[in-house]
């Protein structure tokens, strides 16, 4: 398993790389706001999140459409399965290294929050509430990355269509307003994990009963 | 375990419609080395891959090394070693990246085998899959498959794209793997001669059907080709069951026929021919009478 999560990771090592700078932009520009929220307004740091986010949702997508699509163009899977591995194992692998490209983003932007945030509100009655909204705004968006991911791999396997490609983008544009109208927390979350159940179970029939 | 390695129960397969294998049974007992041909788009490859669990049936069952094939674990796998028509590598990977992948995924890997292998076949590690000819790519794909030290090999015209040399050189190593007590190989082509040289039970597919399973002393036992001479025009019907094919011209008469025996000899003996002579035939001569039209008379056990 660790063999094909390795061997994914390294077939799609530009995500990883366009995670890390998309991560790396945000932390820069979350600095920024904080030091100059001081002389002027910080919403024009919060303006220049917006391509972010578009970057976001366009290359979580993109990633899971590259991996299925290769591998059906390429008939990776097929060749694998000349070998010790199983289907399971081969899709597991594939959403497994998702997951891991979603972190590769997530998590430097988490820390740093938690970092600023002890910085800049140290003060213990207020600590507690500030830490619970970084979990939800993490939980909500690593869910709604994870979605438009699932939603790539769904597509991406469904042949070279352009209507179903154009459909799961247009999709994954509705996913983020989503947070915007319910906001944080445990309503948007459900929400969120129902549609990658249903994206994931669907992927998972389709990649195991079709011919490779 | 069941001592048939690859087992095919009423098998059905159709493409948009199209029946291209229609209530195929095969059974490949451990240690056999299993010739299955047919003609282009016989449907070969689709059994194979249906084997492999690549394809899913319409109808029916396959399982291999008693498992069934839309349900082979890793293990299973582990014990197979596949080469597909066409080599399918993985075409953007150097060899060498390959090469470690599939070391990486098998547990059985044998690593001096595959040095020999490399050696042999002169395989260039630091090159893309896509920059090799077909020719390499079948000795590549060959090296990784019988590298894992499979119980069952699946061949599906491996020997496609190589020359004359790297043929014998590959027939050499099928030959040696065989040796190696209980292994089992299926393998399809169209180079009949090789077939005949290494398989010892021979499958032939015509028109979805698999018309002939049976070994290959036994094919060439039960199929005859016969010359006979007639004092006067050859008679326009012998009356015979299973004959496959007929020729006539002035004394002279060619008739190709399936289980011959004493009974059928007294029935081309009522006709009086002042001669019978039989043609001897080729696995190549059987493949053609055989995946001629109306294929079914000529189905032996």
Known sequence: ?212 | MDENVIRVENLVKYFDGRCVLDGINLKVPQGCIYGLLGRNAAGKTTIIRILLGLEPPTRGQTFLLGAESTNLSAKVHGQIGYVAEGHNLIQNYKVGRLVKLCKALSPQWNDEFFNHLTETFRLPMDRKVRELSIGMRAKLNLSLAMATEPEVLILDDPTLGLDTVARRQFLELAIDVIQKQGRTILFSSHILGDVERIADRIGIIAAGKLVVDCGLEELKERVKKLRLIFPESAPANLHLKEIINQQNEGREMVITVVNWNQQKQALVDVFKPSSCTEIPMSLEDIFIECTKPNPESIACS
């Not at chain 1, 919060?46 to 163009?73: C, E, H, R």
């Open chain 1, 1 to 212: 398993m660790f063999t094909l999560i390795k061997r994914e990771i390294e077939d799609h090592i530009a995500y990883f790389i366009g995670a890390a700078i998309l991560s790396g932009i945000l932390i820069v520009l979350s600095i920024l706001a904080i030091h100059v929220h001081e002389d002027s307004e910080p919403i024009a740091f919060v303006g220049l999140l917006i391509p972010a986010i578009i970057v976001l949702i366009i290359g979580l997508p993109a990633m899971g459409v590259s991996q299925m699509y290769t591998d059906k163009n390429r008939r990776i899977s097929a060749f694998l399965c000349g070998l010790p591995v199983t289907r399971g194992q081969i899709l597991a692998a594939k959403i497994i290294t998702g997951i891991l490209a979603i972190l590769t983003f997530l998590v430097p932007l988490t820390i740093t929050a938690v970092v600023l945030l002890r910085l800049f509100a140290p003060l213990a009655p207020i600590y507690s509430g500030y830490s619970g909204l970084i979990f939800d705004i993490f939980i909500a968006t690593f869910l709604m990355s994870f979605a438009c991911y699932c939603l790539g791999l769904q597509t991406g396997w469904t042949s070279s269509k352009i209507t179903p490609t154009l459909g799961g983008v247009a999709l994954a544009f509705v996913l983020v307003p989503l947070i915007l109208v319910k906001g944080f927390g445990l309503h948007i979350a459900v929400l969120l994990v129902l549609f990658i159940i249903a994206s994931l179970v669907r992927t998972w029939h389709r990649f195991m009963s079709t011919s490779l």
